[in-house]
């Protein structure tokens, strides 16, 4: 949404869009804001703008500004040593979900907040032809 507009939104602004909580959506800002993916001034004209322009972040940008640790989550506790599967299975799994992070944080790094918001404009215009049509 801050891609979107040449103003700060205020974080009520951005909760109503989202349809979420404006105090959820400033601790999700406070965190990309520790990233140097936003700012924010107080006052009359105050509110949340990106950082740097929105074709220089990325989605995986965002995504770790938000998210701690692993993309996949593994089971905390160990196995059993005495079954074949438990055995082996940790370290065959750990293969494919380093794999498969690989994959997600090479997508996620293509994508940035400008190609989004192209999306969502052509999307807009789409449903516009539509009903003209």
Same mark, same amino acid.
């Given at each position: 949404m801050?891609?979107?507009?040449? @103003?700060? +939104?205020t &974080?009520?602004?951005i =909760?109503?869009s989202?349809a *979420?909580?404006?105090v959820?959506?400033? @601790?999700i +800002?406070? &965190?990309?804001r520790d =990233?140097?993916l936003?700012? *924010?001034?107080?006052?009359r004209?105050?509110?949340?703008s990106l950082a740097?322009?929105?074709?220089?972040i990325?989605l995986y940008d965002?995504?770790?500004?938000?998210?701690a640790g692993?993309?996949?989550s593994r089971h905390?506790h160990?196995p059993?040593?005495?079954?074949?599967?438990g055995?082996?299975?940790?370290?065959?799994?750990e293969v494919?979900f380093?794999?498969a992070?690989?994959?997600m944080?090479?997508?996620l790094g293509?994508?940035?907040?400008?190609?989004?918001?192209?999306q969502v404009?052509?999307?807009?215009?789409e449903?516009a032809?539509?009903?003209i049509?």
């Open positions: 801050l891609g979107r507009w040449d @103003r700060s +939104l &974080s009520a602004e =909760a109503e989202l *979420s909580n404006p959820l959506v400033r @601790r +800002l406070g &965190s990309l =990233a140097d936003v700012w *924010s001034a107080e006052g004209n105050g509110g949340w740097r322009p929105a074709r220089e990325t965002a995504y770790t500004a938000v998210e692993p993309i996949l905390p160990p059993s040593a005495e079954c074949e599967v055995r082996n299975m940790q370290r065959l799994l494919e380093q794999d992070e690989r994959a944080k090479e997508r293509r994508t940035t907040i400008a190609h989004l918001v192209q404009l052509d999307s807009e215009r449903v032809q539509r009903v049509s």
